[in-house]
Each structure stands twice: as structure tokens, then as C-alpha cells.
């Protein structure tokens, strides 16, 4: 799937709460996952846009995949840069490839203790 971040208001690329919203409306719309981002968004908990995001993009949108990947291409970057939309945006993009990447790391070590090599004794 790919966002055009350009596609978005000069308004929207400048507030990190409703840049973030829009993001995950985009993901929401184009996986045409049943619509919850707004019921999501509105919840007292958590009241954090980075962890409201980050807790939709968990309980919504992963767990609809099914273990499938799923590969987000953003256009036009350049839009957010300098702007308030960006600071926030790409930090949080980070954490993320941070998550999934221990993830794995985690799911190698569990199939290395099980099936790895074993130590011999001589």
C-alpha cells in the first residue's frame, strides 16, 4: 500500500494528533478493514497520539492480517519535514521497525533454542 503524504492538508502535515489520525484512516481504508478508527481515536485510553497510533496499528489493523506482511510505502516525505506532522511521525515509524525487528530477533531465538544446534559433549 502506498500514502501520499502530499494528499493530506498543509493543516493536517502540521498537527501531529490529526496527521497521525490520518494515517491510520489511510491504513484503515485502503487494507478496507471494518471501520473502528474513529471509535479508536475518541477512547479515553490511551490518550497519547503516538500510543493511540501505535495501539490501533496492534489491535486493528495487525491483527486483521492474519500474520500476513504488510508493507507501507510513504510518498512525499518531504512534505512533513520541518513540521510538526514529521517530528512526531517518523520517531514513531522507528519505534516501530524497532518493535518488529525485536520481534523477530525474539521468534529466532525461540526457534534456536528449540531446533538450533545442540551442545555436545565429548
Known amino acids: 500500500m502506498t500514502i501520499d503524504l502530499q494528499s493530506f492538508s498543509e493543516a493536517t502535515r502540521a ?7 490520518e494515517l491510520c484512516a489511510q491504513v484503515e481504508y485502503q487494507l478496507k478493514l471494518p471501520p473502528a478508527i474513529r471509535a479508536f481515536w475518541k477512547a479515553k485510553w ?7 497510533a501505535t495501539s490501533y496499528r496492534a489491535t486493528e489493523v495487525l491483527s486483521a492480517l492474519d500474520g500476513r506482511k504488510l508493507v ?3 510518498d512525499e516525505c518531504d512534505t ?18 524497532e518493535q518488529a525487528r525485536r520481534s523477530l530477533k525474539n521468534n529466532w ?14
Do not use: E, H, I
Open 72 to 74: 507501507v510505502g510513504l
Open 46 to 52: 490511551p490518550r497519547d497520539p503516538l500510543l493511540r
Open 109 to 122: 531465538r525461540f526457534l534456536n533454542r528449540r531446533y538450533g544446534r545442540r551442545k555436545t559433549t565429548r
Open 15 to 21: 498537527n501531529a494528533k490529526q496527521m497521525l489520525f
Open 80 to 97: 512533513l519535514l520541518g513540521r510538526c506532522g514529521g517530528s512526531v511521525l517518523f520517531p514513531l515509524l522507528r519505534s516501530w521497525v
